[in-house]
Structures are given as structure tokens and as C-alpha cells.
């Protein structure tokens, strides 16, 4: 991402969320926009995964509280064009914007960090001058996704993930050449950037086109890795997924993706979750479901009901008399586990179950109950509110 990119995207207009928008407001904003562009929703669908790229990039920014510092200062700086410099005698500018992103004063002294305090914080690059040799470089961010069975998303569960991704050559130890020795970029001086007008009086930054942003050149290209200094590499890693996980949700872990160069952080591993289904129990947030059949009788009359939880002991629920199909009851604690460490519930739904085959003494007892309840209609009702309305 250069930094004309960082000023002029407007990421809360990506999100679709206000400026002023809270951290849940932006998580929730996110999770719903992912899930729609989402390329496993969207297969073959080019725009849609373009979509995706964006959506996540704005939340990467937006979601931390640092760079979501960083960018409302910049964008406020110059996003809108909200910095003009004065004109001098003459109508020339007498402002070197040279100083302030070098954070270097004029005879008056230093600014003490300057703009360039700001850039430097989100795109991992120091804010010096032409004097700046190579800086480190953060490892790229890597996402892989891990199917859990409904079970293992309630509980948590440890899984394997294997993973490939960009990692210092070990041929040429992340020089880029054979004989370890490249030299720095002349174009860039070894910052890796270089300087593009933009308009307006100052110029933004954008990788060095000769180096690829790296800030050195082999003179000798390793054969492995082309010269790049980089090779795919393939590890296996455990990864703890919390309990308590949705279907689609993505989780992200600090520091467990590429490793960094030159002393850099390594970047973030992100985790999308996929969910099996379970043939008997569903899942509403942190609580779970299940629909369970009892008989007419025990509907009528009431009764104690056994009921299945998830891996553990069944309870017993108690029936009232002239429970209606449909009624949803609650087992407390017995449902997923919440992120504070307890349970939701597990919410119970009544279905009154009919036989499709009666013996003759059950035929003649419900015969039986028709005629002694040959007095009621249950539409009755229903058909004096239609003649009403």
C-alpha cells in the first residue's frame, strides 16, 4: 500500500460505517461485509473477491486502534486537501515539505518526528533522509482456513494447520544474491521508496521500481529465489482455536504469519472458520438448539421429558399440561461456551409428534376423545376475527 493510497481510500466509506463509529460498530460492519463477499460465497467471482481485498484491508486499519490513529492524522493532514503551505514573497512556497516528513526543523531545531512518525508507524519504514540504508520489513500477513465439527467450534480445539508462505531464501540467507553480497539500490539510497510528485505542492512515496522495494540489488541473482531474497517455504503449525467460534468467522493471531527481513516483525496469521453441521443440535449465538418430539398425550397432560445434550448428560425437562407445538423451552447452561468463560443455554423446542399407524384400542380411544370434544372448534376463533377485519 504507498501512502498516496493510505490518504486517499476512505476505509470507513468501504466499511460503511461513520467516522466516529465505535470498535464493535466497525467489528460488526466487517463480519457482515465478509461474509457477503466472502470468496467461498463467491466462486468465480472476480469483482466479489476484489470486494473481499478491500473490505479487509480498510478493517486491518480501521480494527486497530494505532493505525486507526495514525490514518485519521494523516487523512485530516492531507486527505482533503486540509494542508496548504503559505506563499512567500512572490507567490512561491517558501515551506519545504522535505522537513517535516524528515522531521528536521529549520535553524529554529528539530520538530521532534514529524509526519513521517506517522507514515513510518503503519508502513513499517523509518522516517529518515537519503542517508537511510535498508530498513527491516514486516513478513506478509498469510490466511488459512480450518474446518472444525460443531463440536470442536463449542469446546475449542487445537488443530494442525499447514501452511505456505514467503520466507528468507536459505540459499543465499535473504540477500537476493549467490555470493551474499548485494549492494544497495542506487535509486532509492537503500530506503526502498522513492519520491512521486503528486500535485499540490509536495510529493508521496511508492516502492523503489528498481528493487522492489527491498533497497538492494544482486549483482549476482541467487538461482533459488530469482533474486528476490524470498522462497516459498511450507510448516506445519498448532493452532489454538477458541471456544465458542462461528460459522465464517476469522480469526486473527499476532506474529504467526511470514517471518519478517532484516530483523522485522513477522506478519499476522488470519484463520477462517468453517463449521460442520450436527444432525441434531443448531446453534443460535451462544446458545444451542434442538427441537425435540413428544406424544399428544404428553402434550395434553403434561410430563417429564428427557432431553440430549451436546457431549454430555441428558436433562430432564418438566412439560406442563396443554403445552402448544412450537413452544421453545430452556435447559440454563447448557449451551455454547461464551468468551467469559460460561455457558449460554440450550433452548428446547416442543413438536407434537403424530402417528402415522394406531393400533385399534388407540384408534378407538382417540374416537373416544372426538366425540367428547365434538363441542370445541380450535378455528372457531380464527374465522370470527376474519369476518372482523
Excluded: W
Excluded at 460503511?16 to 465505535?22: H, I, L
Excluded at 522535505?98 to 526543523?105: A, C, N, T
Excluded at 508462505?165 to 542506487?186: E, F, I, L, M, Y
Excluded at 395434553?300 to 407445538?325: C, F, S, W, Y
Aim: aromatic share 6%.
Amino acid at each position: 500500500m504507498s501512502t498516496k493510497d493510505f490518504i486517499e481510500k476512505d476505509y470507513y466509506k468501504v466499511l460503511g460505517v461513520p467516522k466516529d463509529a465505535t470498535e464493535a460498530e466497525i467489528k460488526k460492519a466487517y463480519r457482515k461485509l465478509a461474509r457477503e463477499f466472502h470468496p467461498d460465497a463467491n466462486k468465480g467471482n472476480v469483482r466479489a473477491e476484489e470486494r473481499f481485498k478491500e473490505i479487509s484491508e480498510a478493517n486491518d486499519v480501521l480494527g486497530d486502534p494505532k493505525k486507526r490513529k495514525e490514518y485519521d492524522e494523516a487523512r485530516a493532514l492531507f486527505g482533503n486537501g486540509g494542508f496548504r503551505p503559505g506563499p512567500g514573497a512572490g507567490g512561491s512556497f517558501n515551506f519545504d515539505l522535505g522537513d517535516l516528513f524528515g522531521g528536521q526543523g529549520g535553524a529554529g531545531g528539530s520538530f521532534g518526528g514529524g509526519i513521517g512518525d506517522v507514515f513510518g508507524g503503519l508502513f513499517n519504514r523509518g522516517g529518515g533522509g537519503a542517508g537511510t540504508r535498508t530498513q527491516p520489513r514486516r513478513g506478509q500477513d498469510i490466511e488459512s482456513e480450518v474446518t472444525l465439527s460443531f463440536m470442536e467450534a463449542v469446546d475449542g480445539a487445537t488443530v494442525p494447520l499447514r501452511m505456505s508462505s514467503q520466507s528468507p531464501c536459505k540459499a543465499c540467507s535473504g540477500t537476493g544474491d549467490k555470493n551474499g553480497t548485494p549492494r544497495v539500490c542506487p535509486t532509492c539510497v537503500g530506503t526502498g521508496q522513492v519520491a512521486r510528485g503528486s500535485g499540490g505542492g509536495f510529493s508521496l512515496t511508492d516502492p523503489c521500481p528498481d528493487c522492489k522495494g527491498r533497497g538492494l540489488i544482486a549483482e549476482n541473482p541467487c538461482e533459488v529465489c530469482k533474486g528476490s531474497g524470498r522462497a516459498k517455504s511450507s510448516r506445519t503449525m498448532q493452532v489454538r482455536i477458541p471456544a465458542g467460534v462461528s460459522d465464517g468467522q476469522r480469526i486473527r493471531l499476532r506474529g504467526k504469519g511470514a517471518p519478517g527481513e532484516r530483523g522485522g516483525p513477522a506478519g499476522d496469521l488470519y484463520v477462517v472458520v468453517h463449521v460442520d453441521q450436527h444432525p441434531v443440535f443448531g446453534r443460535r449465538d451462544d446458545n444451542l438448539t434442538v427441537t425435540v418430539p413428544v406424544t399428544f398425550a404428553e402434550a395434553a397432560l403434561g410430563a417429564d421429558i428427557r432431553v440430549p445434550t451436546l457431549g454430555g448428560t441428558p436433562v430432564t425437562l418438566k412439560l406442563p399440561p396443554g403445552t402448544p407445538n412450537g413452544r421453545t423451552m430452556r435447559a440454563r447452561g447448557k449451551g455454547a461456551v461464551r468468551k467469559d468463560g460460561t455457558r449460554g443455554d440450550l433452548l428446547v423446542t416442543i413438536e407434537v409428534s403424530v402417528p402415522k399407524d394406531l393400533s385399534g384400542k388407540a384408534r378407538d380411544a382417540l374416537e373416544a376423545y372426538r366425540e367428547a370434544t365434538a363441542g370445541e372448534d380450535p378455528r372457531g376463533e380464527l374465522f370470527q376475527a376474519a369476518k372482523g377485519a
